[in-house]
Nanobody, 124 residues
Framework: QVQLVESGGGLVQAGGSARLTCAAS????????MGWFRQAPGKEREFVAG????????LYADSVKGRFTISRDNARNMVYLQMNSLKPEDTAVYYC?????????????????WGQGTQVTVSS
C-alpha cells in the first residue's frame, strides 16, 4: 500500500504562486512515475504534470506549460508542484498520484494510488 498526502493549497491571487507538496508513505514510489492532476467543479479530472522516477523526464499539460514545474525528491519520498503566474482557471482540487509504471503518462487509468486532494483557489 502507498499513502499519498497533498498539502500547500489555499487561496491565491491571480498572478501569484503556490507550491504543492505530496508526501508518500508505505511502499512509496519504487521506480514509478508520479503525477499531478486537478479537478474543477463540474469537470473531469485532468492531467497537469508528470515526472519519471529519476526526475529526468517531465510532461505537462499545455495549459500549464511554462508556468508549473514538477519535481521529486526520492530520498524524502516527496513530489512537488511549483505553480507560478496562477490564473482563476487554475482553481481546482489538485491530486497527487503514483503511476503504475516508469513511463510518464497522462491518463488517470495509468495511476494506481491517489491522495485525497488539496484545494487551490485563484481569485481574480
Amino acid at each position: 500500500q502507498v499513502q499519498l498526502v497533498e498539502s500547500g493549497g489555499g487561496l491565491v491571487q491571480a498572478g501569484g504562486s503556490a507550491r504543492l507538496t505530496c508526501a508518500a508513505s508505505g511502499r512509496t514510489f519504487g521506480i514509478n512515475a508520479m503525477g499531478w492532476f486537478r479537478q474543477a467543479p463540474g469537470k473531469e479530472r485532468e492531467f497537469v504534470a508528470g515526472i519519471g522516477w529519476a526526475g529526468g523526464t517531465t510532461l505537462y499539460a499545455d495549459s500549464v506549460k511554462g508556468r508549473f514545474t514538477i519535481s521529486r525528491d526520492n530520498a524524502r519520498n516527496m513530489v512537488y508542484l511549483q505553480m507560478n503566474s496562477l490564473k482563476p482557471e487554475d482553481t481546482a482540487v489538485y491530486y497527487c498520484a503514483r503511476g503504475v509504471g516508469v513511463t510518464v503518462v497522462r491518463s488517470t487509468s495509468d495511476y494506481d494510488y491517489w491522495g485525497q486532494g488539496t484545494q487551490v483557489t485563484v481569485s481574480s
